[in-house]
């Protein structure tokens, strides 16, 4: 399929950026490791023992700071629906997590250990519709909600990509009445161009 100007101009810009660069050189798996890095220096959530899932894990690079920083005595468990490459000290799962037949593995999988972490940085494949984009962003951070209501400690903390939009108030709004603490963060890995963010909740209501 042939490329268009739009497709080219973010190979190009891609291929350029300091951070796809820096993965590269530091065997990160993506650029969204620095993201996730420079919020956990913050905000601490990731600590050693920690059990930790990561929601739309592919290609690992969340999963990959996660498992580095919880240690061997901790837990990361990727589910996606896209395969992906083998990571030390990660439990892949490969499915929707909205289907009994995954939850289930992932119950198997935390053997009674409560999650201290879940962490979304799912997108959409983008249609380039503003609202079409918007409306399929928040609708997988609400899952990412729900399924953080039912699996995190009451210590626990969830971490979800969002983009400023129609719905954020009201995702927002979700988010304090499910958490006693939210904040907003935006790392310095997040293109200045993009809209997205990141929320923050810790300790269940």
Known sequence: MKRTRTSKA?????????????AR?????????FKL???????????RGEVAVDLGATPGGWSQ???????ESGLVIALDLIEMEPLHNVDFIQGDFREDDVLQKLEEKLAGRRVGLVMSDMAPNMSGV?????????????LG??????HLKPDGSFLVKVFQ?????KFLAAMRETFKTVAVRKPDASRDRSAELYLLGRALR
């Not at 973010?10 to 820096?22: A, S």
């Not at 050189?25 to 490791?33: D, F, I, T």
């Not at 890095?37 to 600590?47: A, G, N, V, Y």
């Open 10 to 22: 973010w190979m190009r810009e891609h291929v350029n950026d300091t951070y796809v660069q820096l």
């Open 25 to 33: 050189k530091e065997g990160w798996r993506s650029r969204a490791a």
């Open 37 to 47: 890095m420079e919020i956990d220096d913050k905000d601490k959530l990731l600590k």
């Open 65 to 71: 700071v996660a498992s580095k920083r919880v240690g």
């Open 130 to 142: 503003p609202l079409v984009d918007q409306a399929r962003v928040m609708y997988l951070a609400e």
């Open 145 to 150: 909600l729900e399924f953080s209501r039912v």
């Open 165 to 169: 939009g129609s719905d954020y108030e």
